[in-house]
């Protein structure tokens, strides 16, 4: 019985971040209304604070359960290039199954749709500002600490500092996400043009990419 209710709760809550993003998608998160989330859901508002605390609450965790996969990804790639190397084949490993689950899952490129350009970052929404910022820092460290080990493992003298190379890989991943967001998802095919994008700048940083992107 435990189990079962577990599991009835797990699936209303996925419900409301379901409607969620429907709802964010239609209206922006600072123009909709948890009562037309609950709504959408065919829920009460009862059930949305069963569940998350506020608007914001709600938002992260719609964010949190789309960003989780990759980040997992980008945990179990470190761990496995910290026992076997291929530092480089990791990173583009995880940046391609972000490119190709955007261009080809719509549930996911709808939430990226709705934080890269719905989401407004004024009075109850303020936090959320704060948090992609902390959220973007802590990417960028790791892009640093893997591009730095990449550049051991590969004899690369890297022409500007590990941060540096990180704040241009993370500025070319996110503009070309904009970009094909910003064209509805039509003007190019986001894996092949992301994952281009990204290897130009990797060769220019002076990476081989010869076998990574074979």
Not at 89 to 103: A, N, Q, T
Not at 111 to 128: N, Q, R, T
Not at 142 to 161: D, K, M, N, R, T
Request: hydrophobic share 50%.
């Amino acid at each position: 019985m435990a189990r079962r209710t577990k599991e009835d709760a797990e699936a209303t809550r996925n419900k409301l971040l379901d409607a969620a993003a429907e709802v964010f998608f239609a209206k922006g998160v600072a123009g909709a209304s948890l009562s037309e989330v609950a709504q959408a859901a065919g829920l009460t508002r009862g059930a949305i604070y069963w569940h998350f605390k506020d608007k914001v609450d709600l938002f992260d965790a719609l964010m949190q359960r789309t960003t989780l996969p990759f980040e997992q990804a980008w945990e179990a790639g470190q761990a496995k290039f910290m026992q076997h190397g291929a530092v480089l084949s990791e990173i583009l490993g995880v940046l391609r199954m972000v490119f190709r689950s955007v261009s080809t899952d719509t549930a996911t490129r709808r939430v990226f749709d709705i934080a890269l350009y719905k989401v407004e970052c004024v009075g109850e929404l303020l936090d959320v500002r704060q948090r992609r910022i902390e959220g973007a820092l802590r990417f960028a460290l790791q892009i640093e600490q893997a591009l730095l080990l990449a550049a051991q493992q590969e004899g690369v003298c890297l022409p500007v500092s590990g941060q540096n190379a990180a704040r241009g890989l993370q500025a070319i991943f996110d503009g070309v996400l904009h970009f094909w967001l910003l064209q509805d998802g039509q003007a190019f095919d986001l894996e092949a043009e992301g994952m281009l994008a990204v290897a130009l700048y990797l060769k220019g940083l002076g990476f081989d990419l010869q076998k990574e992107i074979a």
